[in-house]
């Protein structure tokens, strides 16, 4: 039997492509220097195999990395219109919703007041009908732009104009309260003189900025949000 430094001296040789059966030597010998050379070639071939796949995994990685980047670039802008659009719409809808709320309030209250006073230039019966609706944009969290000290101005007939301005905020109120509304009865037109609660409300439009990014170039502005209300005069 060989003894261990043969073993590594074989090895060494056999690693090198250097004989490993000397003259002189035995068979034993001899195939133990092979069994070793064997051994070196498989596991040589082994470390470049291992080191081949971490280079293909590398390079894969970079590939899936770069297509990551590109997909969410493209992807980044129609998220953003769509998150924004999201936001806008929906804070309008709820603006559409409390307007015609208070310009319902607004038209029901006015139609169960007198006509007597509209001869008035001021009539009491119209300011009423402004502080119900400036009562109702406060309740419902609405800044209501100076409305309750709103300035007057008649539109013609029957109608009031209030236009309030406050810090950013600019909103117009029109009260008529000789709306004519036409309805068909038994094959008959009647005329029903009626109340009309008109608001103009501004709205902070934010889709504006971000359409852009998908459609250079275009201009979707909603600068305010109109409600009307009308109810069937009670005097």
Known sequence: MIHENQSLLLSSRAKRGISVFPIGGNLETFAFGWRSAFSAAIYALQSARDSAAEVVKAHLLRETEAAALIEFAVALPLLVVLVVGIFDFGGAFNLKQKLNNAAREGARFGASQPTNDLALGQPPSVSAVRYVVDSYLQTAGLNDCGLSTATWATGGGLTWQFSGTGPSCSMTLTVDRGFQVQESVGGVTVVMVSTSVNIVYP???????????????????????????TAVNMD
């Open 203 to 229: 709205y902070q439009w934010h889709f504006n900025n971000v359409i852009q990014l998908l459609v250079p170039g275009a201009n979707y502005s909603l600068g305010t949000i109109h409600s009307d209300a």
